[in-house]
């Protein structure tokens, strides 16, 4: 049973330590009832939640935050509760709030506001459903045989590469590239800005000045694409795109903030969680073994992954549009709440043992692809991806083991989506495959 020592204490803020020194101390000495805490909290290691979360889940699970934009709101950190607030009808998306939780410091509020994630019903609802049949699993599973084909190739240019090989370029990110440039309609000329000024958009700590750059860099690539579709439509979802808006569907603004999310959301998310299945079953021999040795457990394996992986730190801000009681605070009308998903899926009551990776666990109901009306819409896309990319590394790469000691790792610790900058890996020549 959990303790719930929070429910009947007072608020009382107070001034919290710098972010920057949060980072270095690791954060592991701000138990919270009652008191403001800075978010983002910096993870001991790649796997491990911040270890105040299980503090915050068990003892206070509702804690008042300084987000790095310097609004203050709430953390959520237990699954239910996370889970609970996915669909609830008492919360906005939308960043103009005063009171929206951003996460990274140069955040403006003009940053793709027309995006699905930043909107409410009954736009949302219309303007998802628009593209919604993109995103069917019969639509998801049309691609299957390309993508196997286009793993198939890649890992065979990879796999005689001088090694020692970074898997995160020379694979992880390659995948999303390819299969996001089909589904959309992007050529890949375009995705060296794309995914440089996407590296920028997600960092915690880029400058607002910088995060503006790297925005207005890829608004103005999306001019192009959207002239190019425009010229030539193809039956991709870019091209379908425009054409609502060419029927007046659309808005300027919602198209171009559609097609940034798209790109954005497709591709780094997708990359990290490869890479990171990777990693994660690497420092876990026998569930590689066990893997390796039954490919029926795959698909689960996926979801275990996903959850033990937990790439996107938390879901989309929220911000109150009526007072929320929870365990015994008030949330109140224009506050922003972050809900943690890497918290939720590190919840034992939901997981047991949830520090661990199993690959036969039941973590189907995990929370990486978020929950309720604003739940991943590409999620399907993920999971092929997951599949045939993680297979082709784990079975087509004899011996495959990391090149550098664990803590030699480059990790993103700075950015809302969790990764790797690096991955260098060795296998064995002599009897590849
Ligand atoms: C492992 C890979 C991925 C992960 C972990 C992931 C995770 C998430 C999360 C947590 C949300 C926010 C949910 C919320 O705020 O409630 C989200 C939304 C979204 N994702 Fe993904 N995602 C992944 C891959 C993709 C792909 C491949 C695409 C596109 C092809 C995509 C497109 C989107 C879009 C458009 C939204 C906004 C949906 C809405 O607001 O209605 N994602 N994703």
Redesign the pocket.
């Known amino acids: 049973m959990r303790a719930t020592s929070v429910d009947d204490q007072p608020a009382t803020a107070i001034t919290p330590k710098s972010y920057e020194e949060q980072q270095m101390t690791g954060n592991d000495d701000i138990i919270s009832p009652g008191i403001t805490n800075r978010w983002p909290v910096r993870r001991a290691d790649i796997f491990q939640e911040p270890e105040i979360y299980a503090t915050l889940r068990s003892e206070a699970p509702i804690v008042r935050a300084t987000f790095p934009s310097g609004k203050e709101g709430w953390i959520l950190t237990r699954y239910d509760d996370v889970r609970a607030i996915?669909r609830d009808k008492r919360v906005s998306?939308n960043q103009a709030n005063p009171g929206f939780p951003h996460a990274y410091q140069g955040h403006s509020t003009t940053l793709a506001t027309g995006?699905?994630?930043g909107?409410d019903a009954p736009t949302?609802t219309e303007q998802?459903r628009m593209i919604l049949s993109f995103?069917s699993d019969a639509r998801v599973q049309s691609y299957r045989t390309q993508i196997e084909e286009f793993v198939d190739r890649l890992i065979e240019e990879v796999r005689v590469l001088p090694q020692p090989v970074d898997l995160v370029e020379a694979y992880a990110l390659r995948v999303?590239t390819w299969l996001?440039g089909l589904?959309f309609g992007v050529p890949a000329s375009m995705y060296d800005v794309i995914i440089d000024r996407t590296a920028v958009r997600v960092s915690y700590t880029a400058s607002p000045k910088k995060m503006q750059q790297a925005t207005d860099d890829l608004q103005a690539v999306i001019a192009e694409l959207i002239a190019m579709k425009r010229a030539e439509p193809q039956d991709d979802l870019f091209s379908f795109i425009v054409q609502q808006h060419d029927a007046g569907l659309l808005s300027h603004k919602d198209t171009t903030d559609m097609m940034q999310?798209?790109i954005v959301?497709?591709?780094e998310?997708?990359a990290?969680?490869i890479a990171l299945s990777i990693l994660a079953l690497l420092e876990n021999p026998d569930q590689l073994e066990a893997l390796r040795a039954d490919r029926s457990l795959l698909k689960n394996a996926i979801e275990e992954l996903?959850r033990y992986a937990t790439?996107?730190q938390t879901?989309?801000g929220r911000v109150a549009t009526d007072d929320i009681e929870l365990h015994g605070q008030t949330i109140k009308k224009g506050e922003g709440i972050r809900a943690l998903?890497l918290s939720a899926n590190r919840d034992e009551s939901m997981f047991p043992n949830a520090g661990r990776l199993d690959i036969r666990r039941d973590a189907k109901r995990h929370l990486?692809?978020?929950?309720?009306?604003?739940?991943?819409?590409?999620?399907g896309?993920?999971r092929l991806?997951?599949e045939v990319a993680l297979w082709a590394a784990i079975t087509r790469l004899p011996n495959l083991r990391l090149a550098v000691p664990h803590d030699e790792l480059a990790v993103r610790w700075d950015a809302g989506v969790h990764g790797l900058d690096s991955l260098p890996a060795l296998w064995d020549m002599a009897d590849a495959c």
């Open positions: 996915g998306s995006s699905l994630m909107m949302h998802r995103f999303p996001s589904i999310l798209l959301g497709g591709h998310s997708t990290n969680a996903l790439t996107n879901i989309f998903i990486a692809f978020g929950f309720g009306p604003h739940v991943c819409i590409g999620q896309y993920a991806e997951l």
